[in-house]
């Protein structure tokens, strides 16, 4: 973690840059720099390195630029962090391809997503943009992001309230079926009857809200149920 | 702007024009990384030439720019079989990289800018040497 004591250049944008990849997050440090309107303040690898920054530079910074798969976590708790305190803006760069994790930052207080396969360009201009007032999002996009997150949280918690109705029998039943067991095997295995085991295949698929051996086994590895070896 | 396409065997006084000159191939992902790493090596390197591709492009740009070194986020066997000095970064979007300099192979935990400048270095010393 890097911290420059700067208070001569009041009128400059001052940079946090939380970014684990230490190659590309110098590249960036260097291209803010570069450009004069900014000082690069702080340089985290991780969350606890840019924690640690903000507790000794609390007033250090007007713009987080974040990563959001940092080694010790992911951002989302950082970037609330940081929008909880007056006049700091947050610029998320990913490299995720799931819309989710932009809508879920978004939703954390984050001013701005951008995928990593911007150009570096359009990264500074971010910046400048939201230190000029601009908003990064429309009104219209930071609904819908909202919207996402949201839809994604009722799915998962139906989800959880699905896989609290199996029973542990019929989880043995699901775990055996991600080991790549037919019904005789998985009968075999559990020491039951093939029509047994094809009754708790029924309820499982009944619980879960799927048609299918194949859907139910998809479901079950999306959600923890089962690991795909 | 791309180059213009070199002939496969190069012309020994342009040889030694560009000597001293290095090349290097960025070809790696994401893109910020690309263009960020090669515009920090173009200012305080300011004597490399260097161009930028897409990672789908790394094997028909080392045949037509003859980099004396790549980076790039997975190496092929082209770029094993004809380039002395290369940087695999970040293979998989990982922490961990992989500098291969004239068949030395170094892993890199944490690799820096600093790290990347230094290998820059060295293959403009193994191009000089040719």
Known sequence: MAVIDNHTQEYSTRILLVEDHASFR???AFMFEREGEFTVTGQAGSLAEARAFLRKAPDGIDVAVVDLALPDGDGFG?????AAREDVMTL???ASLEPTRFARAVEAGAAGVLHKSAPIGDIVEAVRRLRSGEALLSPAEVIEMLRMVSRKRQEEYA???AIEKLTPREKQVLMALGEGLDSKDIAEKLHITVETERTHMVNILNKLDVHSRLQALVFAARHGLVEIR | MPKPPDSRSE???KARRRRGRPRVLMANEPRAYREGIAAVIGQLRPAVEIEIVEPTALDASIERFRPDMVICSKATETLK???RVWVELYPENGTSSVANIGGRRTEYTEIQL???LSIVDKAGELAGTN
């Open chain 2, 81 to 83: 079989g004809t380039v």
């Open chain 1, 159 to 161: 989800a959880k309230r």
């Open chain 1, 26 to 28: 110098q590249a960036l």
């Open chain 1, 92 to 94: 998320v760069l990913s």
């Open chain 1, 78 to 82: 950082l970037i609330e962090e940081l």
């Open chain 2, 114 to 116: 600093p790290d990347l």
């Open chain 2, 11 to 13: 012309d020994p006084a």
